[in-house]
C-alpha cells in the first residue's frame, strides 16, 4: 500500500511543486516528515544533503532517496526500495511530462497574451515563498541544535549558515566549492 501513497503524494507535490526542486523541497518536506512520517527531519536534511551533492535536479534527487528511504523504514528488502526510488521519481516528473506537452502546444500560440503574462506575474512571488519557506523548514534543532543543549555545534552550524550566505551572495563563490568547504567546516570542527 505505501507504493501507492508514494505515488500519490509525489505525483502532487510535481504537479504543484512550482519554482523547481528547491521550491519542492517544502513540500516534500511537508508530505514525507510531517504528514506521512516516512522519515525524521535529520534523515530528511541528510538526504537534502545528498540531493544537492549528486548530479542532477534536486526535486528528482530528492524524491528519489526520499522513496527509497519511505520504503526502507517501512521494513521492506532493498529490493523493494529500489522500486520505491523508482516510483516516486516517476511520480514526480510525470505531471511535469504531462503539463510539458500539453502547454508546449498551446503556449506558443497564447504566449502574449495579457492573461498569460499575469499568470507569470502572479507565479513569481510564489515561487520566492516556497524556496523561502524550504529555507525555515530545514532551520531546526535537528539540523543546528539548540545552545542550551549544544552550544558549540549550535554556534558552528549558525556560522557555517552565515559563512555560506555570505560567500555565495557576496563573494558570489559557486555554491558547490561552499558545500565542500562547508562539510570539510563541520569534520574538523563538531568531530
Known amino acids: 500500500m505505501i507504493f501507492f501513497y508514494l505515488f500519490i503524494t509525489f505525483f502532487q507535490i510535481g504537479l504543484f511543486g512550482f519554482g523547481g526542486g528547491y ?11 510531517h504528514h506521512w512520517h516516512w522519515m525524521t527531519t535529520s534523515e530528511f536534511t541528510d538526504i537534502v544533503a545528498i540531493s544537492q551533492m549528486t548530479p542532477g535536479p534536486i ?17 521492506y528488502g532493498h529490493g523493494m526500495a529500489i522500486l520505491g526510488s523508482a516510483i516516486a521519481t516517476l511520480a514526480l516528473v510525470l505531471p511535469s511530462l504531462i503539463l510539458m506537452i500539453i502547454i508546449s502546444r498551446m503556449f506558443l500560440k497564447y504566449m502574449k ?20 519557506a524550504a529555507t525555515l523548514l530545514l532551520m531546526t534543532p535537528e539540523n543546528f541544535s539548540t545552545p542550551s543543549v549544544n552550544p558549540w555545534q549550535f554556534w558552528i552550524s549558525v556560522g557555517l549558515f552565515i559563512s555560506t550566505f555570505v560567500g555565495t551572495m557576496i563573494y558570489k563563490i559557486n555554491p ?7 562539510g570539510i567546516a ?3 570542527l563538531l568531530y
Do not use: D, H, W
Open 176 to 182: 558547490i566549492r561552499m558545500i565542500i568547504y562547508s
Open 59 to 75: 526535486g528528482i534527487n530528492s524524491a528519489t532517496y526520499c522513496g527509497y528511504t519511505a520504503v526502507a523504514n517501512a521494513g
Open 23 to 33: 521550491g519542492m523541497l517544502s513540500l516534500i518536506q511537508g508530505e514525507v516528515v
Open 113 to 132: 497574451t495579457p492573461m498569460v503574462q499575469s499568470l507569470f506575474t502572479g507565479l513569481r512571488p510564489a515561487v520566492v515563498g516556497l524556496l523561502g
Open 186 to 188: 563541520g569534520l574538523l
